[in-house]
T-cell receptor, first 113, second 117 residues
Framework: AQSVSQHNHHVILSEAASLELGCNYSYGGTVNLFWYVQYPGQHLQLLLK??????LVKGIKGFEAEFIKSKFSFNLRKPSVQWSDTAEYFC???????????FGKGTLLTVNP | NAGVTQTPKFQVLKTGQSMTLQCAQD?????MYWYRQDPGMGLRLIYYSASEGTTDKGEVPNGYNVSRLNKREFSLRLESAAPSQTSVYFC????????????????FGEGSRLTVL
C-alpha cells in the first residue's frame, strides 16, 4: 500500500527562521504531489502542487517545494516564516491516474513571535 | 461560489444512533471524497466517488455507507454510531479525470465535528 511519511510531528520556530518540512512517499511510479495547510479551526487549503515539469514548484505565501524523484521526496520550504504561518501542514500523494489522494499525518508548525 | 458545503457542522450522537452527513459542491466536479481527521492520524479516506453513479472504499470504510445522489451531492451515513467514530469529517471534491488535463487538487468543505457518546 502506498504511504506518505512526514517525519516531523511538531516544529517550533522563531519568526524569520527558515523552514523545511519533510515528505516522503513509497510509490515508485508516476505521482502527483501536494502540500496543504490547515490553519486553526479551518479546513484544508492548497499551498502548492506538482504534476510534471520543473521539479521546483512555487506556491502561495512564499512557500516552495522540490520534487526529488530519486529520493521519493517532496519537501516544503520557506526562507523566512511568519507568526501567521502557524498551522498544520499536510503532504499528499496521488498515484498516477488513481482517484485516491493519500495524506501524511501532518506536521504542526508553531512560529513564535 | 459556495464551493463545498457540508452539513451539519456539529453533531452529538449517542452510541447506536444513526445520522447522515450531507455534502454538496457547486464547481461541476466529477469526483467527491469523504475523509476523517483524527489527532496524530492525518486525514484518512473513508469513501470516494470518481463520478456520478460510482462509489469506492477508501482506507477506513467500516461502519460507514455513502450515496452519490447526483453530480453535486455525496452523503455519508453512520448506521450505528460508535465512540470510535468521534472525529472531524471533511468532504472534498475534485475535477480530476475530467478532460482538459486538470491537475486534480481537492477542494475541501469546512468540516463536520461529530461526537459519539
Amino acid at each position: 500500500a502506498q504511504s506518505v511519511s512526514q517525519h516531523n510531528h511538531h516544529v517550533i520556530l522563531s519568526e524569520a527562521a527558515s523552514l523545511e518540512l519533510g515528505c516522503n512517499y513509497s510509490y515508485g511510479g508516476t505521482v502527483n504531489l501536494f502540500w496543504y495547510v490547515q490553519y486553526p479551526g479551518q479546513h484544508l487549503q492548497l499551498l502548492l502542487k506538482y504534476f510534471s515539469g520543473d521539479p521546483l514548484v512555487k506556491g502561495i505565501k512564499g512557500f516552495e517545494a522540490e520534487f526529488i524523484k530519486s529520493k521519493f521526496s517532496f519537501n516544503l520550504r520557506k526562507p523566512s516564516v511568519q507568526w501567521s504561518d502557524t498551522a498544520e501542514y499536510f503532504c499528499a500523494v496521488r498515484r498516477g491516474s488513481n482517484y485516491k489522494l493519500t495524506f501524511g499525518k501532518g506536521t504542526l508548525l508553531t512560529v513564535n513571535p | 461560489n459556495a464551493g463545498v458545503t457540508q452539513t451539519p457542522k456539529f453533531q452529538v450522537l449517542k452510541t447506536g444512533q444513526s445520522m447522515t452527513l450531507q455534502c454538496a459542491q457547486d464547481m461541476n466536479h466529477n469526483s467527491m471524497y469523504w475523509y476523517r481527521q483524527d489527532p496524530g492520524m492525518g486525514l484518512r479516506l473513508i469513501y470516494y466517488s470518481a463520478s456520478e453513479g460510482t462509489t469506492d472504499k477508501g482506507e477506513v470504510p467500516n461502519g460507514y455507507n455513502v450515496s452519490r445522489l447526483n453530480k453535486r451531492e455525496f452523503s455519508l451515513r453512520l448506521e450505528s454510531a460508535a465512540p470510535s467514530q468521534t472525529s472531524v469529517y471533511f468532504c472534498a471534491s475534485s475535477a480530476f479525470g475530467l478532460a482538459g488535463g486538470n491537475t486534480g487538487e481537492l477542494f475541501f468543505g469546512e468540516g463536520s465535528r461529530l461526537t459519539v457518546l
